[in-house]
């Protein structure tokens, strides 16, 4: 089976999709990393980030192995390098190249080829896997989702004006929204579930409560 879990940042899409996962005991596909990684390499060799071929290349080349909890690039731990705030800035680049796109679209496929697999993304539910069984679309208040960007970046020791998150993320949703190819919206056949007022639990509980009914009645 195939759950998709798509929606903007700080949705609590990511959080969610891990620990849904790991209930079910499917494997967890996090493609923002993917995106993330493909930056990541593209900065460590200097390469144009707007240079669409030359970032293809990179892509294609790299050697990347997704974890449930983990990413390395050719053996290299890169968990925590695809989080920093350029790493999130810069991949706006990546995610805007149509045939980087298509080239991790066809990786994600593999990746979920006879698997049990949550996913989790912008476009997972709309272009990766229009055939999944179960879709979810998530969604937050803004200001609820940039104090919740706050509060994760405190954690990790960075403090982060609010005006400033809520700024960055606005930009960050009209991009991800008005993008031609894998732009961020609901399948026809999604959930959407707003998660402002849920804890993370509850929003776990339901989502795993719809995948089980689903499982207990496919086709349905
Ligand atoms: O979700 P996360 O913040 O890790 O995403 C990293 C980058 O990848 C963002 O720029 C986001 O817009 C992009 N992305 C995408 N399609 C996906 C997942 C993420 O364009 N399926």
């Given at each position: 089976m195939i759950v998709t879990i798509d929606g903007p940042a700080g949705a609590g899409k990511s959080t969610a999709a891990r620990c849904l996962a790991r209930r079910l005991g499917f494997r967890f596909l996090d493609t923002g990393a993917m995106y993330r990684a493909v930056t990541w390499v593209c900065c460590q060799a200097d390469i144009?980030?707007?240079?669409a071929n030359a970032v293809l290349d990179a892509a294609r080349g790299m050697q990347l192995d997704l974890g449930d909890d983990t990413v390395h690039v050719a053996g290299r731990d890169i968990s925590a390098a695809i989080r920093t705030p350029e790493i999130t800035r810069e991949s706006r680049h990546v995610a805007a190249n149509n045939a980087v796109r298509a080239h991790l679209i066809e990786r994600q496929r593999e990746f979920a080829r006879d698997r049990n697999v949550v996913t989790e993304g912008r476009d997972q539910g709309t272009i990766?896997?229009?055939?999944?069984?179960c879709k979810f679309y998530l969604v937050a208040d803004p200001q609820e989702r940039a104090l919740r960007r706050q509060r994760e970046l405190a954690a990790r020791g960075q403090q982060v004006a609010l005006e400033e998150l809520l700024q960055q993320q606005t930009h960050r949703d009209q991009r991800d929204a008005e993008r031609e190819f894998g732009a961020m919206r609901p399948a026809t056949d999604a959930r959407e579930i707003d998660t402002?007022?849920?804890t993370l639990e509850q929003v776990i509980d339901k989502l795993e409560r719809i995948v089980r009914e689903r499982l207990a009645n496919p086709g349905h």
């Open positions: 144009d980030l707007t240079d990766a896997f229009p055939h999944a069984e402002s007022n849920l």
